[in-house]
């Protein structure tokens, strides 16, 4: 039968276009198609497939549960990532799940098809034709500004809505030590008030939350 090929996309045209793909060369066979993680997880379970082909974004979950739930049992299937999401973010997350490949859909089928190969040969090795882009990007950027225990803590309560007087309250601190806090975390974030503050710490990953109604 040659490489056998599980797909895993809810898109039912996806599927097919590829299956038809994979059906034009004499060495693949795509044994089963499923539309969502948990029915590709038992189609794997099933069927044992050479080569699992899943998109990222399905109803039930992510692709990436169905990479980390197969690499967790198998270090031999060949596990490829197609997706529409194609960016540095993306393209790390795969890696560091244990896909074997990834592959964005405005690709050609027959660039699939070879990705599939190469995941059944070497399952462990990472392909991406965008990978050395995307490393030479995280290595070029900046890292985010650092700021104090205390600073962190003045960046929340801003994020919450608290004015000046509160947020010394909360923190026992006088008015104007928090003033000076305020105006360093400022400095360090490149912002000229608490609106461009909090969006910027959110963009670099500062914040969890902040609350939309004050900025």
């Known amino acids: 039968m040659g490489t056998t090929v599980l797909l895993v996309d809810d898109h039912e045209l996806i599927r097919q276009g590829l299956a038809r793909a994979f059906e034009r060369d004499e060495e693949m066979a795509v044994v089963g198609q499923a ?7 038992a189609a794997w379970t099933d069927l044992r497939p ?8 399905m109803p039930d979950g992510h692709g990436l549960d169905v990479v980390r739930a197969i690499r ?3 270090d031999t299937t060949g596990v490829v990532v197609l997706t529409m ?10 890696m560091e799940a244990g896909a074997s490949a990834f592959v964005g859909k405005d690709t050609r089928a027959t660039e699939v098809v070879s990705a599939a190969r190469h995941a059944a040969v070497a399952p462990r090795t990472f392909l991406c034709a965008g990978l050395s882009q995307a490393v030479m990007r995280r290595a070029t950027t900046p890292a985010p500004p650092k700021l104090s225990t205390r600073e962190a803590e003045v960046l929340r309560l801003l994020a919450d809505g608290l004015g000046t007087g509160d947020i010394a309250s ?7 030590t928090a003033k000076t806090h ?22 670099l990953g500062l914040l969890d939350h902040a609350s939309p109604q004050r900025f």
Do not use: P
Request: glycine content about 6%; cysteine-free; proline content about 0%.
């Open 35 to 41: 539309s969502t993680v948990a029915a590709g997880l």
């Open 50 to 57: 050479d080569v699992v082909v899943t998109d990222l974004q």
């Open 72 to 74: 967790e049992k198998s």
């Open 85 to 94: 999401h194609a960016g540095d973010d993306h393209i790390f997350a795969a």
């Open 170 to 176: 909360s923190l026992y601190m006088s008015e104007s």
């Open 182 to 203: 305020i105006t360093h975390i400022y400095q360090k974030l490149g912002a000229a008030n608490r609106a461009q503050a909090l969006v910027t710490a959110m963009r």
